[in-house]
Every structure is written in C-alpha cells, then in structure tokens.
T-cell receptor, first 115, second 113 residues
Framework: GENVEQHPSTLSVQEGDSAVIKCTYSDSASNYFPWYKQELGKGPQLIIDIRSNVGEKKDQRIAVTLNKTAKHFSLHITETQPEDSAVYFCAASRRWAGGSYIPTFGRGTSLIVHP | EAGVTQFPSHSVIEKGQTVTLRCDPISGHDNLYWYRRVMGKEIKFLLHFVKESKQDESGMPNNRFLAERTGGTYSTLKVQPAELEDSGVYFC???????????FGSGTRLTVV
C-alpha cells in the first residue's frame, strides 16, 4: 500500500517568512496529492491539490510542487501570517474516475507563525 | 450548505464501556468516510460507505468497531468494548459521487481511561 512521509513535524517561523513542508510517497500509481489545513477545534480542510500531470500549482500565497520521478511533493507558503498557524497534512491517492478517492495521509506538520 | 456534523465533540469513557459516534454528512453526499488520528500520527482510513453499502472497510482495526449507515444518510461508529488504544480523534468526511474533494467534520475526540 501507499506510504506517505511528511517533514518536519513542527515548523516555527516569523511572520512574513516562507514555510516549506515536504512529503514523499511510495506508490508510483498515486496521481492525486491534496493538502489539508487543520485549525484548532476544526476538521481538516482542503487548501490546495495537485494532480500527477502537473508539476506546480499556485493559489495566492500557497504553492505546491510535485516531482513524480523522485516521488516527492512540497507545500510552500510565502509571506506567512499568524492565521496560517495550524496543522498541515499532505496526502497521496489514486483518484478514481468517478471523483472518489481514499487518500493516505502524512503525520502532519504543526506550523507556528510568530507575530 | 450545512457542513459535516459530528457528535459528540468529546467523549471520555472507561475501558470496557461502549461508545457510539455519529456523523451527519452533507445532504446529497453519497460517499461517507471514517478516519481516525491517534495523537501525533497520521490520519488513518477506517472505512468508506457509498450510500448505505460498505464499499471498503479495510481500515477497521478489529471487530470491536462497527459502522452503520442505515438509509444512506447519517452514520454511526460503535466501539464495543473500548480499549485504551482506541483513544484518538475520529473524523468523518463526505463527498458527492462526482465531487472534487472531501469535506471533513470537526471530529470526535475519544479518550478511553
């Protein structure tokens, strides 16, 4: 089965700095890589995703990159703000044609942005 | 639209007791999933319903866990009898059959003492 490793487990940055979270996966058949943000007391929320036919995707201050050959993908947050503080989870899965999928999650990264 | 609702939000029970968690998915979402996160570890898949049918229950830890989704609406996850290692946060998520992603509930934090 799929195995997803996520690093670091904790990341502390100053407001305005960039933050990078890295993940590796083992199943070369995985083709869908979502990232989730979990704020305190809430469930994980999808913030960005990338499919295997794309190498990079951006959405305002957030970007994801994917290296299929090396089987690793990363989340980049620029100009961090205190409200970016949360636990971030990467995941990998085979996305079915019908839209349903079962992701394998990483262990999560606790991002702390200091004002 | 209303999100995925889970209750209770917290539950503390003694080892050997029974607990039932409930999940109300977004209306019209055929797919319903249960996940669990043990402290500091990954979010692990437990099972997947399509309407009232169990599509995949490969992640269920053992036969102390029983999930149901009668009528294809809300789902319950019963743990009987609970053990210490069952402690964790149980998440429910739902998606439309042709949807583009999950919507997670806020989770139920289960503590077995």
């Amino acid at each position: 089965g799929e195995n997803v490793e996520q690093h670091p487990s904790t990341l502390s940055v100053q407001e305005g700095d960039s933050a990078v979270i890295k993940c590796t996966y083992s199943d070369s058949a995985s083709n869908y890589f979502p990232w989730y943000k979990q704020e305190l007391g809430k469930g994980p929320q999808l913030i960005i995703d990338i499919r295997s036919n794309v190498g990079e995707k951006k959405d305002q201050r957030i970007a994801v990159t994917l290296n299929k050959t090396a089987k690793h993908f990363s989340l980049h947050i620029t100009e961090t703000q205190p409200e970016d503080s949360a636990v971030y989870f990467c995941a990998a899965s085979r996305r079915w044609a019908g839209g349903s999928y079962i992701p394998t999650f990483g262990r999560g990264t606790s991002l702390i942005v200091h004002p | 639209e209303a999100g995925v609702t889970q209750f209770p939000s917290h539950s503390v029970i003694e080892k050997g007791q029974t607990v039932t968690l409930r999940c109300d998915p977004i209306s019209g979402h055929d797919n319903l999933y249960w996940y669990r996160r043990v402290m500091g570890k990954e979010i692990k898949f437990l099972l997947h319903f399509v309407k009232e049918s169990k599509q995949d229950e490969s992640g269920m830890p053992n036969n102390r866990f029983l999930a149901e989704r009668t009528g294809g609406t809300y789902s319950t996850l019963k743990v009987q009898p609970a053990e210490l290692e069952d402690s964790g946060v149980y998440f429910c998520a739902s998606s439309h059959a042709q949807g583009s992603g999950y919507t997670f509930g806020s989770g139920t934090r289960l503590t077995v003492v």
